[in-house]
T-cell receptor, first 114, second 113 residues
Framework: KAGVTQTPRYLIKTRGQQVTLSCSPI?????VSWYQQTPGQGLQFLFE???????NKGNFPGRFSGRQFSNSRSEMNVSTLELGDSALYLC?????????????FGQGTRLTVV | DQQVKQNSPSLSVQEGRISILNCDYT??????FLWYKKYPAEGPTFLIS?????DKNEDGRFTVFLNKSAKHLSLHIVPSQPGDSAVYFC????????????FGAGTRLFVKA
């Protein structure tokens, strides 16, 4: 069974641009969460989607948005990029929502803003 | 406001000895705790979890202990192996938070051969 797939793996963007990251969850998993990892900050929760609906949201500005499609694939968009947005963006999928469960992570997308 | 704290950024242990990674949390409504391991250039992988109704859970060389009154959990690795060298993340979730998983900052473990 294929794992969580994130594309692209690496990305370099300029300040002010926008970027879209993609995540394909494990087959059968309907919940997708996004995290930002920066040195010393751990994994900061961005948002969670289930059945095309945002279920949870972290404390990030409105420049960060996401969506989920009917096949459970998810995209994350960051507009008006800032240097501080440089980070590893991780997507995780899980079988269910509304209960405690472990998540399965992709390899992440390394975003560098210059 | 860091609800899950891993106060040791790094830990160095000799091969064969015990590794103890610590984690504190502030939200008493968390009722499920997890540990993930992360190698460079890979996503975190689930290691072990514990529900708040238990105080210990064991899986091979890995044991997680939960002290609810102290809001503290720890991961014990015995014996430690060089392949255990990685970043370990503590995480917590609960119904009142909509089950979103909150992660700590991570502890980098070095196991010396």
């Amino acid at each position: 069974k294929a794992g969580v797939t994130q594309t692209p793996r690496y990305l370099i963007k300029t300040r002010g641009q926008q970027v879209t990251l993609s995540c394909s969850p494990i087959s059968g998993h309907r919940s997708v969460s996004w995290y930002q990892q920066t040195p010393g900050q751990g994994l900061q929760f961005l948002f969670e989607y289930f059945s095309e609906t945002q279920r949870n949201k972290g404390n990030f500005p409105g420049r960060f948005s996401g969506r989920q499609f009917s096949n459970s694939r998810s995209e994350m968009n960051v507009s008006t990029l800032e240097l501080g947005d440089s980070a590893l963006y991780l997507c995780a999928s899980s079988l269910a929502v509304g209960q405690n469960t472990e998540a399965f992570f992709g390899q992440g997308t390394r975003l560098t803003v210059v | 406001d860091q609800q899950v704290k891993q106060n040791s950024p790094s830990l160095s242990v000799q091969e064969g000895r015990i590794s103890i990674l610590n984690c504190d949390y502030t939200n008493s409504m968390f009722d499920y705790f997890l540990w993930y391991k992360k190698y460079p250039a890979e996503g975190p992988t689930f290691l072990i979890s514990i529900s708040s109704i238990k105080d210990k859970n064991e899986d091979g060389r890995f044991t997680v202990f939960l002290n609810k009154s102290a809001k503290h959990l720890s991961l014990h690795i015995v014996p430690s192996q060089p392949g255990d060298s990685a970043v370990y993340f503590c995480a917590a979730s609960g119904a009142t938070g909509g089950f979103k998983t909150i992660f700590g900052a991570g502890t980098r473990l070095f196991v010396k051969a």
